[in-house]
């Protein structure tokens, strides 16, 4: 009878360690899963971040380029002003995604690179003058997104 109860007591035993350590291992599968999941979203974010915040400079950028070409080419003033109202909407949507790239993205090249970016893009306003001022200083804020970009790209693929 003895033999019985330590056998029963055995069996008992290795059957609550082995819930125990089937227990621990799916704790740590899923805990995995939620590692890679929260992973998989940050990235999916930054790169949502980069694509907005390059969107919005391109739309900033066409909308100076008209604004522009429109004062150099004396367009009535009813358009003039309406092209100002328009740019001045476009540089106010670049605010929200270059806050979220920040906050997502600390990398200092990916922010130098936003910022060069966005400092010319604003900087068109300031080559009204003639012709190819303003070709020059679209040219160079349009080099600068694909610089943000390339970088971007390349601080994404590090993350992986």
């Known amino acids: ?46 790169l949502e971040a980069v694509t907005a915040l390059g969107c ?45 790239m920040r906050v997502l993205i600390t990398d200092p090249a990916v922010r130098t690179a936003a910022d060069h970016m966005i400092t010319l893009t604003y900087a068109i306003r300031d080559h009204f003058g003639n012709t190819e001022e303003l070709t020059a200083a679209r040219e160079a804020a349009m080099v600068a997104q694909d610089q943000f970009v390339d970088i971007a790209a390349r601080y994404l693929d590090q993350q992986n």
């Open 1 to 46: 009878m003895l033999l019985t109860l330590v056998t029963a007591g055995l069996a008992i035993l290795g059957t609550l360690l082995g819930s125990i350590v089937s227990g621990r291992f799916q704790e740590r599968a899923a805990e995995r899963t939620v590692r890679v999941n929260h992973g998989e979203t940050i990235r999916r974010d930054r």
């Open 56 to 100: 919005a400079a391109s739309d900033h950028r066409r909308t100076m380029w008209m604004r522009g070409d429109a004062v150099l080419k004396g367009a009535a003033p009813e358009l003039i002003q309406s092209l100002r109202r328009e740019s001045h909407q476009t540089r106010s949507q670049v605010t929200r995604p270059l806050i979220t």
